[in-house]
């Protein structure tokens, strides 16, 4: 019987991975296999995953799952989004961007959003209805985002937008998309915005090309154009111009620990495969798994990855209290991506050549992976950020 990804690990369940977060990490966890899996193959092709799937996972209950229930979520805290999250990557469909959709653009509107803004955005999240995406970075602005240079001036009752975007998750399908502008390009950091677009509804907005990535194929990853776009003045989020950057160094905690679930649980897939591979693949008379260094191997990685679970659990739990401070969420962003990779090397390693075909999950892994220490922040930036609480 192929080993499961959820119980690879020999761990006890985490406090916080109670009756209802386990039912629907299991009801996920069908959804994905049932709905999803069977048409991955042409969602990694087309690069794109089709908007039937969103509506599905809406009418599934897989979206804004932590979204208050008087705005059409389940009412759930972030444990219910690692359920989504870890199910997603034990089931191999890392590609379906609805985690960032989940816990990174509705929370600033859960947040930051007035009742009437949440009310008008936050049920339709929650149906698939509306897909999310966060438009931070820019050609000339990536890890220094006070570098933004996307300029929103009002004019009336309305922002003129102009600038452009690059890397969008969900950019090719979103159609509410948080934009990080400048409405006060003389104050730095305290002259940045978050302004909500709703695409179906402006002028002056352009998709650019769906951007040809290494691995995570089928997340649409888009370049956006603002070309005089006109947005009302009540879509800025929070109650004056100015709060953006404050705002996103609040979120980003979440978006970290996200990148760290996302890790450890594709790393428990890697660990689960490849114990499954070597135990079938032989060669010299014995079977992989029989040689000393394939034990030796995936003794340490067992190891290692016990070790970020573990990890990974505490800042859940923490989290879900209030308390993961943005020092240990960083950790958790740059240790377990870390680790990610080094499994998902060491498991290719073990798959031999079969390892590097493409028809082989540990290849896709392999290739997905790498960019878990890139985007959300590059692991050189969270050190600098740990290095400051020194
Ligand atoms: C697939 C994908 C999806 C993405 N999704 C989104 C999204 O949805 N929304 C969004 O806004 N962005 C998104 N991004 C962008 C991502 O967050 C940026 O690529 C990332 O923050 C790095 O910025 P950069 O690419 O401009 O690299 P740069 O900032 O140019 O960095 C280049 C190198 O310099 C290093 N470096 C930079 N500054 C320092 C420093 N001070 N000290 C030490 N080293 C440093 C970096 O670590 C990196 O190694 C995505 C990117 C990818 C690849």
Redesign the pocket.
């Known amino acids: 019987m192929a080993t499961d990804p959820a119980t690879v690990l020999a761990l006890p369940k985490p406090a916080w991975a109670d009756e209802e977060v386990t039912m629907l990490y299991d009801m996920a966890t069908k959804f994905l296999q049932a709905e999803i899996a069977p048409h991955y193959e042409a969602f990694e092709k087309a690069e794109i995953v089709d908007r039937a799937s969103w509506e599905k996972a809406g009418a599934n209950g897989l979206l804004c799952a932590s979204m208050p229930e008087d705005y059409g979520g389940a009412g759930g805290s972030y444990a219910h989004e690692s359920a989504i999250i870890e199910a997603i990557s034990h089931v191999g469909v890392d590609g379906f961007g609805i985690a960032?959709h989940n816990s990174?653009v509705a929370p600033y509107i859960a947040h930051y959003g007035s009742d009437e803004q949440k009310k008008k955005w936050l049920p339709k999240m929650a149906s698939g209805e509306l897909i999310g995406?966060?438009?931070?970075?820019e050609p000339g602005?990536?890890?220094?985002?006070q570098g933004v240079k996307t300029r929103a001036e009002k004019d009336g009752n309305h922002y003129r937008i102009n600038g452009s975007?690059?890397?969008?998750?969900?950019?090719q399908l979103a159609n509410l998309i948080i934009v990080?502008a400048k409405t006060d390009p003389e104050k730095g950091a305290k002259g940045t915005s978050l302004i909500v677009v709703e695409t179906d509804e402006v002028e002056g907005f352009e998709r650019g090309r769906n951007?040809d990535?290494i691995?995570?194929k089928s997340?649409d990853?888009s370049e956006l154009f603002f070309n005089d776009m006109r947005v009302p003045t009540a879509n800025l989020l929070g109650h004056e111009e100015g709060q953006g950057f404050v705002q996103l160094m609040q979120q980003l905690p979440q978006e970290r620990l996200q990148i760290g679930g996302t890790a450890i649980a594709m790393a428990e897939r890697a660990l689960a495969l490849t114990i499954d591979y070597v135990k079938e693949r032989g060669a010299f008379g014995r079977k992989v798994i029989d040689f000393q260094n394939t034990q030796f191997k995936l003794a340490e990685l067992k190891t290692e990855v016990t070790i970020g679970r573990v990890f990974y659990n505490d800042c859940v739990a923490r989290h879900v209290d209030g308390g993961l401070d943005p020092v240990t969420a960083s950790m958790a962003k740059y240790w377990l991506s870390d680790l990610q990779g080094k499994v998902v090397d060491e498991c290719l390693q073990l798959h031999g050549g079969y390892g590097y075909m493409n028809e082989y999950p540990i290849a896709r892994m392999y290739r997905d992976a790498r960019?878990q220490r890139?985007?959300?922040?590059?692991?050189?930036?969270m050190?600098?950020l740990i290095g400051r609480s020194l």
């Open positions: 960032l990174i995406a966060i438009a931070m970075t602005a990536g890890s220094d985002l975007k690059t890397f969008i998750t969900n950019g990080v951007l990535k691995g995570l997340n990853t960019v890139i985007y959300g922040g590059t692991n050189e930036i050190k600098l």
